[in-house]
């Protein structure tokens, strides 16, 4: 079956600087792989979609990379700031379009 | 503008006692209706998901089930709730009916479940 991995431990960083986030998967051939952000005691939030045969994707301070060959994904917050305090959600979404594999998330932390 | 009703937000019930869970999503036609359960500290797990009325998916064997009666309504249920059946629930929608693809899910604010 398939398997997504997520860091399990907390990411630290300081306002103003770069998250990164990694997403690696097996068994698998995902045509999208998607990002939610997830506060708690909240259900996940649509960040950012990215198909199979795209390298890269943007969405304002938010950038999305997948690499079909080493299977993984990096998630990137740029300029970060407390309110991007959160758990980072990576899912991947097979042909059928019809169900979603959720990782376990990294939360991050963002110091003022 | 499409929006997804999920309730109760916060449920306490004893081992044994059956379970119904509802979620109705509003603004769109022919939803994928997906339910997640999210242990303490966890990834979500999906349990069924339905692309129509009557259709469902099961994704594990286990104490629940669910069931699609009308377009936009999912219901989640137990005839008999088990401990290791306390969790975040959440339900999810998607476009469907070939417009699946490029969309990502839209959640509910979700359940949260204690057996006692």
């Known amino acids: 079956s398939q398997k997504i991995e997520q860091n399990s431990e907390a990411l630290n960083i300081q306002e103003g600087k770069t998250a990164t986030l990694t997403c690696n998967y097996t068994?698998?051939?995902?045509?999208?792989l998607q990002w939610y952000r997830q506060d708690p005691g909240r259900g996940p939030v649509f960040l950012l979609l990215i198909r199979e045969n795209e390298k890269e994707k943007r969405k304002e301070r938010l950038k999305v990379t997948f690499d079909t060959t080493l299977k993984q994904s990096l998630f990137h917050i740029t300029a970060s700031q407390p309110a991007d305090s959160a758990t980072y959600l990576c899912?991947?979404?097979?042909?059928?379009?019809?169900?979603?594999?959720f990782g376990s998330g990294t939360k991050l932390n963002v110091k003022p | 503008s499409q929006t997804i009703h999920q309730w109760p937000a916060t449920l306490v019930q004893p081992v044994g006692s059956p379970l119904s869970l509802e979620c109705t999503v509003e603004g769109t036609s022919n939803p994928n209706l997906y339910w997640y359960r999210q242990a303490a500290g966890r990834g979500l797990q999906l349990l069924f998901y339905?692309?129509?009325?009557?259709?469902i998916s099961s994704e594990v064997p286990q104490n629940l089930s669910a069931s699609r009666p009308q377009d936009r309504q999912f219901i989640l249920s137990s005839k008999k709730l088990l401990l290791s059946d306390s969790g975040f629930y959440l339900c999810a929608w998607k476009p469907g009916r070939g417009l699946a693809a490029n969309y990502g899910y839209t959640f509910g604010s979700g359940t949260r479940l204690t057996v006692v």
């Open positions: 899912a991947l979404e097979g042909y059928n379009f019809n169900k979603f594999y």
């Open positions: 068994n698998y051939s995902p045509a999208y």
């Open positions: 339905s692309v129509g009325i009557g259709q």
